[in-house]
């Protein structure tokens, strides 16, 4: 996850240490885990000369590290915990290195892209579970090395620290809250527009007043019996409807939307029913008392 990244990173650089070129490291010169290789093409690409990846600014430094390491293996979609334990792993051996153990882990095909799958499969696991799979399967990578007899004291020590500061990330971590149940709206009907949106206020304007029918029968009859129509606010509610789902409709016919014109007519039928129930009422509204 993004707000990891400062202290995955920190942590990445004490492991990683300043300027190393031991002749039995693959991996050549490197500083701050940034090798001489990968220097010289950052610096290649920013259109900038070749120089001693001793003299990498801060500012070089972090911009490789998001770009070469933490984006190739999607960090911040990552668990957290996971998505440190991944990090480290990508600067020491590969970001495709560290996503295959990863999959290894999981059981899925190890190659070494993070697609829907590997994602898919990550969701049905538990966080701390993986970061202890994954720091095993790079230890076994690890081992069978030709430069292990020199470094691998150093390797493992590494993976434990990385494995247990992991652990203890992922479970720091907020646990999910349950996502809110959401009622899937009809197909077509954008309740973001505001035409549709005011009809659709207007039909349950309507529908609300109409509930009047709850009320004792004689204060009903009154009520009823001493408004004129256009005292009624349902027939008001049911013109705005109408007019609301018309100016919807012409500026969805206009735009070529068929599916915004049918949710506006569909709307506007609400309004003319309302008008229609209101006037079929057992009390005729178009006598005063």
Same mark, same amino acid.
């Given at each position: 996850?993004?707000?990891?990244?400062?202290?995955?990173?920190?942590?990445? &650089?004490? %492991?990683? *240490?300043? =300027?190393?070129?031991?002749?039995h490291?693959?991996?050549?010169a490197?500083?701050?885990?940034?090798?001489?290789?990968?220097?010289?093409?950052?610096? =290649?690409? @920013? @259109?900038? #000369?070749?120089?001693?990846?001793? &003299?990498? $600014?801060?500012?070089?430094?972090?911009?490789?590290? /998001?770009? +070469?390491?933490?984006?190739?293996?999607?960090?911040? *979609?990552?668990?957290?915990?996971?998505?440190?334990?991944?990090?480290?792993g990508?600067?020491?051996?590969?970001?495709? +290195?560290?996503?295959?153990?990863?999959q290894?882990a999981?059981? %899925? /095909?190890?190659? *070494? @892209?993070?697609?829907?799958?590997?994602f898919?499969?990550?969701?049905?696991?538990? #966080?701390?579970?993986?970061?202890?799979?994954?720091?095993?399967? /790079?230890? !076994?990578?690890?081992?069978?090395?030709?430069?292990?007899?020199?470094?691998?004291?150093?390797? &493992?020590a /590494?993976?434990?620290?990385?494995r247990?500061?992991?652990?203890?990330?992922?479970?720091?971590?907020?646990?999910?809250?349950?996502?809110?149940?959401?009622k899937? +709206? #009809? %197909?077509?009907?954008t309740?973001?527009?505001?035409?549709?949106?005011?009809?659709?206020?207007a039909?349950?304007?309507?529908? %609300?007043?109409?509930?009047?029918?709850?009320?004792?029968?004689?204060?009903?009859?009154?009520?009823? !019996?001493?408004?004129?129509? =256009?005292?009624?606010? $349902?027939i008001?509610?049911?013109?705005?409807?109408?007019? !609301?789902?018309?100016?919807?409709? =012409?500026?969805?016919?206009?735009?070529?939307d068929? !599916?915004?014109?049918?949710?506006? &007519?569909?709307?506007?039928?609400?309004?003319?029913?309302a008008?229609?129930?209101?006037?079929?009422?057992? $009390?005729?509204?178009?006598?005063?008392?």
């Amino acid at each position: 996850m993004q707000s990891n990244y400062p202290i995955a990173l920190a942590d990445v &650089l004490g %492991e990683e *240490g300043g =300027y190393v070129n031991n002749p039995h490291d693959p991996g050549g010169a490197t500083y701050k885990g940034v090798t001489a290789r990968i220097y010289d093409a950052w610096r =290649y690409l @920013h @259109h900038l #000369p070749k120089r001693d990846v001793r &003299l990498m $600014t801060l500012a070089e430094m972090s911009d490789i590290y /998001r770009r +070469q390491y933490a984006n190739a293996i999607q960090f911040d *979609g990552l668990p957290s915990g996971l998505d440190a334990c991944l990090l480290d792993g990508a600067v020491n051996s590969g970001p495709t +290195q560290a996503i295959k153990w990863l999959q290894q882990a999981l059981g %899925e /095909r190890p190659d *070494g @892209h993070l697609g829907f799958v590997t994602f898919g499969a990550i969701a049905k696991h538990n #966080p701390v579970d993986l970061i202890n799979a994954v720091c095993d399967e /790079r230890v !076994a990578f690890l081992k069978p090395l030709h430069a292990f007899p020199d470094f691998g004291h150093g390797w &493992l020590a /590494r993976v434990k620290r990385v494995r247990a500061r992991a652990c203890a990330m992922s479970l720091a971590a907020p646990k999910p809250q349950p996502a809110a149940q959401i009622k899937p +709206q #009809p %197909e077509g009907v954008t309740m973001t527009d505001p035409a549709v949106s005011s009809a659709a206020a207007a039909v349950a304007s309507a529908l %609300e007043l109409q509930t009047s029918a709850d009320m004792p029968g004689t204060l009903l009859t009154a009520a009823r !019996a001493a408004k004129p129509w =256009y005292a009624s606010q $349902t027939i008001w509610g049911g013109i705005a409807v109408i007019g !609301a789902s018309l100016g919807g409709g =012409y500026n969805a016919w206009q735009a070529h939307d068929m !599916a915004g014109m049918s949710a506006a &007519l569909t709307a506007g039928m609400g309004g003319v029913a309302a008008i229609v129930g209101r006037f079929k009422a057992s $009390t005729s509204i178009g006598k005063a008392a």
